[in-house]
């Protein structure tokens, strides 16, 4: 169904599906729209989770993504995309080569999704190089955590210290604008991502906000990004916006008591 007037602009999540609904492709879609921002998807997996277990990963073939890639950009004004889990190689090549054909279309988000906040692997090993090859060069940023960070540098990172030298190492090594994010950093009162663009990398603290569910942050917070974006809003501004998004959005967090079907009540 199809709606005369002013349309918003379009943005493009390819990203796995989140039965629980608090990460993947479902929460990018929420971020869209806060944003007014329309939301298509492209889904790469679906995944039997909730927050701290994942239980089953099944990919789509790489010929469906291909197809719903393609289709989308047949029919719709597509200005910002962002990656998620993309999970194989297989599934990786197709995306980069569906995007690499349509470069300057669009801005290109990617998070680098490797792992889940509960631990358990969302990337098949043998794809870490189809992603430092294919897909991380053709972006506008990158937002890696530190655990996926110490994966691309070879090495890991336990220190706020050794966040800006890191994010201009990363930025400097696929040609793309770094958000590193540092939620995981032990310590301190505040939550310090690093943004690194043309010039000094520069840290972005909000007040730590302890006892939240991290489950879906590292999604939220690139599709807010790339909403930004989509509105025309410049990158260092979009991040700024998707950082004050994720702070508020977590601060609202909804806590359910499991087995129980009951109104859901906000944490203060």
């Not at 916006?241 to 967090?253: D, F, T």
Request: with cysteine; net charge positive.
């Amino acid at each position: 169904m199809t709606r005369r007037g002013a349309a918003p602009p379009v943005a493009l999540t390819i990203a796995g599906s989140d039965n629980s609904c608090g990460a993947g492709a479902q929460a990018d879609l929420k971020t869209f729209s806060a944003f007014g921002v329309y939301g298509l998807t492209a889904i790469t997996c679906v995944v039997a989770e909730v927050p701290g277990r994942v239980e089953q990963v099944q990919a789509v073939t790489p010929a469906v993504l291909r197809s719903q890639i393609r289709l989308l950009f047949e029919a719709y004004p597509i200005v910002a995309v962002k990656t998620g889990m993309l999970y194989s190689r297989a599934l990786l090549r197709v995306v980069s080569e569906e995007l690499a054909d349509r470069l300057g279309m669009f801005h290109l988000v990617v998070d680098p999704v490797m792992v889940a906040s509960s631990g358990d692997s969302l990337l098949k090993p043998d794809a870490v190089r189809a992603y430092e090859q294919e897909l991380l060069p053709l972006a506008d940023l990158i937002t890696p955590n530190l655990d996926e960070a110490a994966v691309l540098l070879g090495r890991r990172l336990t220190s706020r210290r050794g966040m800006g030298p890191a994010a201009r190492e990363l930025r400097e090594k696929y040609g793309a604008a770094v958000l590193l994010k540092g939620g995981h950093l032990r310590g301190g009162v505040g939550a310090v991502d690093v943004f690194c663009a043309e010039g000094e990398p520069e840290e972005f603290v909000l007040p730590r906000l302890p006892g939240r569910e991290a489950h879906g942050t590292g999604c939220t917070l690139s599709a807010a990004v790339a909403a930004g974006l989509a509105r025309g809003r410049g990158l260092r501004a979009a991040v700024i916006g998707a950082k004050k998004y994720l702070h508020g959005a977590i601060n609202r967090q909804f806590v359910w008591q499991p087995g129980r079907v009951t109104t859901a009540a906000l944490r203060h």
